[in-house]
Every structure is written in structure tokens, then in C-alpha cells.
């Protein structure tokens, strides 16, 4: 393929690492590349609940493009994609319209509200460095105005968590650690606050290791955290949640809702045209679209299944990063005219936070951990992803050092 326009959608882990991995493989003269994101930063999704918590500030999770990217290589577009024509091989932007020869989507994922009424209107998300951002200040606005306000709201300071699986977990887990120190700031009396997590399934974490998923809930719960599992949000509003557990419908008071029970893929990608499996592309090996010869899929955006569960790989960081990789091998193959590689994920484990001092996790042939040693490889996880991405340089600026805590 002579000199070839590649256009990678999304600066997430999938397109990222992507862009990255091309940009060294590539020369010059063999490809024209552009990167298309929203805004002018990569942010790694996995350290949201941190930034939507305030245990962490979103400067430490987004990461300048220009930092990573070599803008003599590749040339970076900031706009929003608004529509892909994969018949026509045009990109539909914002502000302009593009055409490739390659296309990477990589557009990553949206909250799944399963149309539960009021979840778009009322409940706060973690989905994105705005969404985490304005979460955040909502927490600090409403222990700010208990103190001034003549007849305190009764749900003033309930926090509801909808959702116990890994994003719901961790967050409540930065909670844990947050609220006592608002409630120092803002001289509230701890026992009037509560963080409650709402859970469709028996028990928290479905799935997962069943005992870690228990140790997960004694931590959690000694911290101040309450669980109601079995019990499905049926409803949100403006000051309160109505969830059913047992056939009954219960309300909890709340000014504050968090949607924490699931993601979907990007919805521009089923409003484009591409046959799709639960909203996602169902790549082909080579991570290719099965209509589409030139369009990769990377990342929340595709799917694949395990054969070992009859299920899809759950939508991870862990696993995008691996589909770019591929990804770009594959890319260079196809320009120099060589054999595509399928792709086969080497899944490491999965460990957890449970805030900043405990985690659980279960890595490479099923071992167990808990604890500090779960914490320090969850950091040693996010430090691991920073050197790959950007080397030791990026390593220095963004890692996360504080090893034991
Ligand atoms: P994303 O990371 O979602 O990136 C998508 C990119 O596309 C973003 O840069 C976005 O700005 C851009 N974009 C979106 N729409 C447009 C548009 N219309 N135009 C232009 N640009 C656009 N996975 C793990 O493996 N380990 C973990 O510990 C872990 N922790 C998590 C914690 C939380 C709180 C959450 C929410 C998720 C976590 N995950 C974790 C899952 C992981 O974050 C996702 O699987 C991963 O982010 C998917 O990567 P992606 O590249 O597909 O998309
Ligand atoms: P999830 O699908 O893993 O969990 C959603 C949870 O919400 C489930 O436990 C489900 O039973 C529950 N739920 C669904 N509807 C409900 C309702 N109406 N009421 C109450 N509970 C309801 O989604 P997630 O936690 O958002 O995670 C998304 C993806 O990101 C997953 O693939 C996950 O593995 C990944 N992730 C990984 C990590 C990690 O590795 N540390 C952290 C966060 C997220």
C-alpha cells in the first residue's frame, strides 16, 4: 500500500498506544497518520474514581498529547468524531470531515443506563475526566452546604452508589478515605454521612473471586461503607433512589446518585454502520471489522470471546493496550504488504483498590492478594502502563511512588 492515510479515532489506552507504537514503526514516507481526540490530553479511565472522588486531582490522570505523540509524525486533529461512513471511508467531525485508507476506532465507552428513568437527568457518572470533575465538586458543594442551610435536606449527606462491580468498588473505596476529610473541612460529624452501595446481584463483585470479594466488603464496611446487595435500582430522582430487593420497593433519600453499573461502547459506532454485537464490533482475528477490510477496532469499542466462558473478554485497559499493539503490527504489515497476526490476549490478572490503602487482586495463575501487597502491584499496574506509553520520562512525571500508601 503506497503512502497510506491512517486515521486513528480516540486518544484513550486503545488509540493512544496505538498512535504510539506506529509512530515508531512507521517512516516518514511510508504512512500519513492522524490522531483525532476530543481534547488535547490522553486520560487513563482507570484513575476516574480517584478524580471523581477528590482523593486524587485530574491533573495527575490526563496526560498532555504532545507528550507522548511526535507531532513530526503525526499529525494530531482536536475535535469531536461525530459520525463514521465506512462505505464511503469518510470521517465526520465536528468542525470538518476526513478521509482515510486505514481507519483505528477507538472511541471507548459510555455509561449503560439500561433505561432506568431519571439515571441521564440526576445521577452523577465516572466516565470521563468532565463527569469525574464535576463529581467531585458536587461532593465538596454538598458538605459545603450542610452548614448553611436552615432545615438540613434529609438526604443531604447520603452518597449512593449504584452498582457494586470493579468501578462502583473502587469508588466507594476513595470515598472511604474522602469523607472523613470533609467532614474535618467542612466540621460535620462523620456519623451523620453515609456512603451506601447498591448492588442488583447477591453479592458485591459478582464473578470475581468470591472470598476477595468478601474481604472487599469487611474492608469496606469497617471503613463506614454499607452495602444493600440484591436490590435493583429501579429509579432516580432529583432527592432520592428507589431500588427493589425481594419483590419491594424501597427509597433512600439522596442529592447524590452515582451511576456506576456498567458501560456500553461508544454509540457513534452502532449509529455508523457497523454490524454489531451488544453495541460493539465483533473484530475479526487480526482485530479487523468483519464487513470493513480497512477499519481496526481497539479497545471498549470491540469484542471478542473467550472461548474458555462463551462470554466477551470484560472491556478493560488491560486488554486494549494489547489489541494496539497488535493493532499497529498489524497496520504495518498490511502497508509493507506483509502477513497480519491475530491477536491473543495474555490477561495478567485484575487487581482492585479498595482507596488508597488496600486492594485485592488476582494475578497470573490465579494467586490471591490482598492488602499492601495488592496495593503496591495495583501502583506498580498504573506505573508499568505510564513507561510503556512514554518511557521513563513520563514514568518520573505522572508515576505513582507512594508505594505503601
Ligand atoms: P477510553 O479509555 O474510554 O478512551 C476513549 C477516548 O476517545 C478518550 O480519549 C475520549 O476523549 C475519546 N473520545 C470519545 N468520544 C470521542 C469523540 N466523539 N470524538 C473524539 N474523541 C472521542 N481497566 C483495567 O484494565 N484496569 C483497571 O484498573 C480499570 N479501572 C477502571 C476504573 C474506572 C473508574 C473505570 C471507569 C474503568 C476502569 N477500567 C479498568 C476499564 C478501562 O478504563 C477501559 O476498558 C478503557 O479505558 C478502554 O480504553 P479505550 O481506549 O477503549 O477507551
Ligand atoms: P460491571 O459490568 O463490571 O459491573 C456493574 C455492576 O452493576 C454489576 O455488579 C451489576 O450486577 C450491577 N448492576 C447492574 N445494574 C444494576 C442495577 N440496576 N442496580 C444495582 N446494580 C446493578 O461494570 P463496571 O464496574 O462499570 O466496570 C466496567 C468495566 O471496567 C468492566 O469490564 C470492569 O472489569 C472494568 N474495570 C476494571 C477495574 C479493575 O480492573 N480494577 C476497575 C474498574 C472497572
Redesign the pocket.
Known amino acids: 500500500m503506497k503512502n497510506p492515510n491512517i486515521v486513528i479515532l480516540g486518544a484513550g489506552y486503545g488509540g493512544i498506544m496505538t498512535t504510539v507504537k506506529l509512530q515508531k514503526a512507521l517512516g516518514v514516507n511510508e504512512a500519513t497518520i492522524t490522531l483525532v481526540n476530543k481534547n488535547d490530553y490522553h486520560y487513563q479511565a ?1 484513575w476516574l ?1 480517584e478524580n471523581a472522588a477528590g482523593t486524587r486531582h485530574h491533573d495527575d490522570t490526563r496526560i498532555p498529547i504532545r507528550d507522548v505523540v511526535n507531532f513530526s509524525k503525526v499529525k494530531f486533529v482536536q475535535d469531536s468524531v461525530v459520525s463514521i461512513n465506512p462505505d464511503k471511508k469518510k470521517v465526520q467531525l465536528a468542525y470538518g470531515e476526513l478521509d482515510y485508507d486505514i481507519l483505528v476506532v477507538g472511541l471507548g ?1 459510555e455509561a ?1 443506563t ?1 433505561g ?1 428513568p431519571g439515571l441521564e437527568e440526576h445521577a452523577f457518572m465516572i466516565n470521563n475526566i468532565n463527569s469525574a470533575r464535576l463529581l467531585r465538586d458536587h461532593l465538596e458543594y454538598t458538605f459545603a452546604k450542610y452548614h448553611n442551610e436552615a432545615d438540613h435536606h434529609e438526604g443531604r449527606l447520603n452518597i449512593v452508589v ?9 469508588f466507594v473505596g476513595e470515598l472511604a478515605n474522602r469523607v472523613p476529610k470533609l467532614c474535618r473541612e467542612y466540621d460535620i460529624d462523620p456519623a451523620q454521612v453515609r456512603i451506601i452501595n ?4 447477591p453479592s ?4 470475581f473471586d468470591p472470598q476477595l470479594a468478601e474481604y472487599a466488603m469487611n474492608s469496606l464496611e469497617a471503613r463506614g461503607v454499607e452495602f444493600i446487595t440484591g ?4 429509579k432516580c430522582e432529583a432527592d432520592k433512589i428507589v ?1 427493589e430487593k425481594d419483590g419491594v420497593q424501597e427509597e433512600v433519600p439522596t442529592l447524590t446518585t452515582v451511576w ?4 456500553k461502547a461508544n454509540s457513534i459506532v452502532e449509529n455508523s454502520g457497523f454490524t454489531t454485537n451488544r453495541g460493539k464490533v465483533e473484530v475479526r482475528d487480526d482485530m479487523r471489522a468483519p464487513d470493513y477490510d480497512d477499519v481496526f477496532v481497539v479497545g471498549d469499542c470491540a469484542l471478542i470471546m473467550d472461548e474458555s466462558t462463551g462470554r466477551p473478554y ?5 486488554i486494549a493496550i494489547q489489541e494496539a499493539e497488535l493493532i499497529a503490527k498489524n497496520i504495518k504489515a498490511m502497508v509493507r504488504g506483509e502477513e497480519m497476526e491475530p491477536f491473543e490476549p495474555d490477561l495478567k490478572g ?4 479498595l482507596g488508597h490503602n488496600d486492594a485485592i487482586g488476582v494475578i497470573f495463575d490465579n494467586t490471591k492478594i490482598f492488602g499492601w501487597k495488592a496495593t503496591v502491584m ?1 501502583k506498580v499496574i498504573d506505573n508499568r502502563y505510564l513507561f510503556k506509553l512514554g518511557g521513563i520520562g513520563l514514568l518520573l512525571k505522572k508515576g505513582k511512588f507512594n508505594i505503601f500508601y
Open positions: 482507570t474514581h465507552f449503560a439500561f432506568i449504584g452498582g457494586g462491580g470493579f468501578t462502583g468498588i473502587e447498591v448492588e442488583g446481584a458485591i463483585m459478582p464473578g436490590a435493583m435500582l429501579k431500588y456506576a453499573a456498567g458501560v470484560p472491556p478493560t485497559a488491560q485484575t487487581v482492585a483498590s495495583k
